[in-house]
């Protein structure tokens, strides 16, 4: 079935430590996003990627690192956790940049840092 | 700055129907999207209203006023299943989607 994975579903890291959570879609679309997630608060953007091999920051996007060096891969990388990046991290991906298309949003991943 | 606001929390009847209201204020406006997210789960995508009006789709409705920076989305005959937090989102200038906290339905028997 197409769509998007993301790996891990969660996880427990102690803050300092490098984490990259992974996200692949088969959908053959252009764009991706990484999104977090926290209570009270809308989805925040962290950084986008237009096309394969171009990335762009977001709303959030200190802390965080991101490559697209392939059109179904979008990585982000945390280099040195703090406990305010405890969040429910979700990848998506859209048909084509800087459009209306509609965003798929991977099942997420659960990230904890203490 | 930019903004979207909707309700946290909603309760509803079996068999009812709800509106979940959505205003929003941005820098520029290409379009409304909702969005269904069940618990732990990921959003999913529901409607797009781009013009004013209403958008009809089974059971869900959505509904736009540009001049008045406001949505709706009408949910009718609401099933158990339908217990999930409503997620509006705007797409600004930029082709970005910026998100409200989103709206908690509890539907009750």
């Known amino acids: 079935i197409a769509g998007i994975t993301q790996a891990p579903t969660s996880q427990i890291l102690a803050a300092g430590r490098r984490m990259t959570l992974r996200c692949t879609q088969d959908?053959?679309?252009?764009?991706m996003y990484w999104y977090r997630q926290d209570l009270g608060l809308g989805l925040r953007l962290i950084h986008y990627?237009?096309?394969?091999?171009?990335?762009g920051k977001g709303e959030v996007p200190d802390g965080y690192s991101v490559s697209r060096a392939n059109t179904d891969d979008f990585p982000l990388t945390l280099a040195s956790a703090v406990p305010s990046q405890t969040s429910v991290y979700f990848c998506?991906?859209?048909?084509?940049?800087?459009?209306?298309?509609?965003?798929?949003f991977g099942p997420g991943t659960r990230l904890t840092v203490l | 700055g930019q903004n979207i606001d909707q309700p946290t929390e909603m309760t509803a009847t079996e068999g009812a129907i709800v509106q979940i209201n959505c205003t929003y204020q941005?820098?520029?406006?290409?379009?409304l999207f909702w969005y269904q997210q069940h618990a732990g789960e990921a959003p999913t995508f529901l409607s797009y209203?781009?013009l004013d009006g209403l958008e009809e789709k089974g059971r869900f409705s959505s509904f736009l006023s540009r001049s008045k920076g406001y949505s709706y989305l009408l949910l009718k005959e609401l099933q158990m299943k339908d217990s999930a937090s409503y997620l509006c989102?705007?797409?600004?200038?930029?082709?970005?989607?910026?998100w409200g906290a989103g709206t908690k339905l509890i539907i009750k028997p």
């Open positions: 998506a991906s859209s048909e084509a940049e800087s459009s209306t298309d509609t965003q798929y």
């Open positions: 959908m053959r679309h252009n764009a």
């Open positions: 990627s237009n096309t394969a091999g171009t990335t």
């Open positions: 941005t820098s520029g406006f290409n379009g």
């Open positions: 209203n781009v």
């Open positions: 989102a705007v797409m600004d200038s930029n082709y970005q989607l910026i």
